[in-house]
């Protein structure tokens, strides 16, 4: 084998990895996960500050 070979297999497997991320993101069984853990950055927090703090 020579690096040019070498090199087509990893190119490849990383193609085929990138592919089964993407599929992994835009399947439709992650798409409720994802629009949840989309919206908590603007959900409040319940967890009371100390009497220290002051906002």
């Known amino acids: 084998m020579d690096s040019g070979t070498i090199s087509g ?3 490849a497997l990383f193609i085929a990895v990138f592919i089964g991320i993407v599929w992994w993101a835009y399947s439709r069984g992650n798409k409720k996960r994802f629009e949840d853990d989309g919206r ?3 959900e409040e927090d319940d967890v009371p500050t100390s009497k220290g703090d002051k906002k």
């Open 40 to 42: 908590l950055p603007f």
């Open 9 to 11: 297999i990893i190119t």
